[in-house]
C-alpha cells in the first residue's frame, strides 16, 4: 500500500487535543441502554426497599381521597382546592421515587466520561437535516448496530420476564383462592420480582453496550497520519521555526558574551581554537568567573574584542581547554582549577602594576586537563 493511501487511513488514536475538543463541543460517548438501566434498575430497587412505607402512604391518600369530608359537597368550589390538595399529597408520597430516578439519570453520564455542559452543543446542526444523512444512518454501521442492540433487548428482557413467569405461575394460580389483602401483597411479591429480573436484564445489556459506545466513539475520533503530524506541527510548531528560534537564541547569547568580554580580567587561550575569558571581583565572588567561552570562530571573536579593548591575552593550552570542557558561561571555575587560574591572575596583576625594570614572567603551569590540576 502506498504511502499516500495510508495516509488518508484513520489509524492514529486520538490524540488528548482532539479528545479534548470533541468534549468541549459536546461529543461524548453515550449509551442509552446505560441510561434506562440505571434508571430502571435504581427505580426498581427503590420499589423494593421503600415498598412499605409508600403503600402506607398510598393507603392513607387512597382512603383521603374516597371518603371526603361532607362539607365539601356543600361547596362545589372547595372541591378544586381539595382536588390539588390530594394531588400534592400523592406526589409527596411517591416523590422519594422520583428523587431516586432523577439521581440515577446522572449514573450513566459520569460513567461513560463525566458530566459535560457545552454550549456548541445546544446549537442547531443543520447537517442532521439532510435526508441523504438520514438514510445513510438507516442502512450503515449504526444501523445494524441498533438492530442487534434491540434484538438483544428483546431477548434478554425477554427471558428474564419469561423465567420469571415461568417459576411463579403456580403462585399465580394460587392467588384465586386467597383472600383478598393476602392476593394483594402476593401479587405485588411476584410484581417486585418480574421487575428485578427485568433490571438484571437490561443491566447485562448496559454492560455490552457501554464498552461497544466508548469503542465506538474512539473509533469515529481516530485520525489519519496526515492529521496527527499537523497537529504536532501545531501544538510544538515546525522544525523551521523552532531551528530559527534556536538560532536567534544562540546568536542572543554570543553577542551578550561578546559584549561581556571588555569587563573580563585575562582571555585564556589554546592559543587559536579555545578561549576563554574569566573575571573576578574581590570582595564580591567567591572565585573567578566564566564570562566568554568559545572555540574556533567564535575564539577569534573573542581574542579581537579582548585585543581592541586592552585585555590581558594568556597563551596556556591545557588549562584553556580544561575550562572550556569543564566551566559553565556565568559560573565560578571548577575548584579543581583554583590554583592554575591564581597563577595567571597574579601574572596579569603584575604586568597591570608594571613600569619599569624586568617584566614579570608567568609561572609554569602544569595541568591535567582530565586530571587533578597540578602547579609548579
Known amino acids: 500500500m502506498s504511502e499516500n493511501e495510508q495516509a488518508g487511513e484513520k489509524t492514529e488514536l486520538p490524540t488528548e487535543k482532539r479528545l479534548r475538543e470533541a468534549r468541549e463541543q459536546g461529543n461524548i460517548p453515550r449509551s442509552r441502554e446505560l441510561a434506562t438501566a440505571a ?8 420499589l423494593y426497599a421503600m415498598s412499605g412505607s409508600m403503600g402506607g402512604s398510598a393507603r392513607q391518600w387512597m382512603k383521603a381521597a374516597l371518603s371526603p369530608e361532607p362539607g365539601l359537597l356543600d361547596t362545589p368550589n372547595a372541591l378544586f382546592g381539595h382536588a390539588g390538595w390530594l394531588l ?9 421515587l422520583l428523587l431516586v430516578c432523577v439521581a440515577a439519570g446522572f449514573i450513566a453520564p459520569v460513567l461513560m ?12 446542526d443543520f447537517n ?63 410484581t417486585l420480582k418480574l421487575l428485578l429480573a427485568t433490571a438484571g436484564a437490561m443491566a447485562l445489556l448496559a454492560a ?28 510544538e510548531g515546525s522544525p523551521e521555526v523552532k531551528g530559527r528560534i534556536r538560532q ?32 573576578y571581583e574581590s570582595g564580591r565572588m567567591n572565585a573567578p568567573t ?26 596556556a593550552p591545557p588549562l584553556a581547554r580544561a575550562l572550556y570542557r569543564e566551566s559553565q558561561l556565568g559560573k565560578e571555575i571548577p575548584v579543581r582549577l583554583y590554583s592554575a587560574v591564581a ?17 614579570p614572567q608567568m609561572a609554569s603551569i602544569d595541568i591535567d586537563e582530565f586530571g587533578k590540576g597540578e602547579t609548579r
Open 39 to 46: 434508571v430502571f434498575v435504581a427505580a426498581v430497587l427503590a
Open 88 to 96: 400534592l399529597k400523592l406526589m409527596l408520597a411517591f416523590s422519594p
Open 113 to 124: 466520561g463525566g458530566l459535560r455542559f457545552s454550549n456548541k452543543a445546544m446549537m442547531p
Open 128 to 190: 442532521r437535516m439532510n435526508p441523504m444523512s438520514g438514510i445513510k444512518r438507516l442502512v450503515g454501521p449504526e444501523a445494524l448496530a441498533e438492530l442487534v442492540k434491540s434484538l438483544l433487548r428483546v431477548v434478554f428482557v425477554g427471558t428474564a420476564a419469561g423465567l420469571c413467569i415461568w417459576h411463579g405461575v403456580d403462585a399465580l394460580r394460587g392467588l384465586l383462592h386467597l383472600p383478598l389483602e393476602s392476593a394483594i401483597g402476593r401479587g405485588l411479591g411476584f
Open 208 to 235: 455490552i453496550d457501554a464498552p461497544y459506545q466508548k469503542w465506538n466513539w474512539l473509533r469515529k475520533l481516530k485520525m489519519t497520519r496526515e492529521e496527527l503530524r499537523r497537529e504536532m506541527k501545531e501544538s
Open 248 to 279: 536567534m537564541q544562540m546568536q542572543l547569547s554570543q553577542r551578550r558574551m561578546i559584549e561581556a568580554v571588555p569587563t573580563a580580567d585575562v582571555v585564556l587561550v589554546n592559543p587559536t581554537h579555545y578561549a576563554v575569558a574569566l573575571k
Open 290 to 315: 566564566v564570562v566568554a567561552r568559545g572555540v574556533d570562530e567564535m575564539a577569534l571573536r573573542i581574542r579581537q574584542v579582548a585585543d581592541g579593548n586592552k585585555v590581558a591575552i594568556v597563551s
Open 343 to 359: 597563577l595567571v591572575l597574579s601574572y596579569v596583576y603584575q604586568l597591570r602594576q608594571w613600569r619599569s625594570g624586568p617584566m
